[in-house]
């Protein structure tokens, strides 16, 4: 089986810092890319970041975390982090890591893991 397991999440004060790490373990046959995406109370979920695998990959961000948030991936490690500098009220959400893999016995697919909170206050 896979598994996707998120950690790092917590309560800051604005301006702070976080780091989320995302582990995925199983019988993993390649991960073509590892996402992070975020949810909001009342909001629909929304990419946060991905980094694509292989020649020619990139990492993308949306707009609003580009300049505060970097993504980074271990391959050897099949893990992936999110920096986040700079915190502020609007980051706080559920954040999800998606690992779009093909593992033993599974089809190819985005494997998400549970989520952790991040909490930003004042």
Do not use: H
Request: charged letters at 20%; hydrophobic letters at 35%; one cysteine or more.
């Amino acid at each position: 089986q896979v598994q996707v397991v998120e950690s790092g999440g917590g309560l800051v004060q604005a301006g702070e810092s976080l780091r989320l790490s995302c582990v995925v373990s199983g019988s993993i046959l390649s991960i073509n890319a590892m996402s992070w995406y975020r949810q909001a109370p009342g909001k629909q979920r929304e990419l946060v970041a991905r980094i694509s695998s292989g020649r020619g990959g990139r990492t993308i961000y949306t707009d609003s975390v580009k300049d505060r948030f970097t993504a980074s991936r271990d391959s050897a490690r099949n893990t992936a982090y999110l920096q986040m500098n700079s915190l502020k009220l609007e980051d706080t959400a559920v954040y999800y890591c998606a690992a779009d893999l093909e593992a033993v016995g599974v089809p190819r697919d985005d494997y998400w893991g549970q989520g952790t909170q991040v909490t930003v206050s004042s």
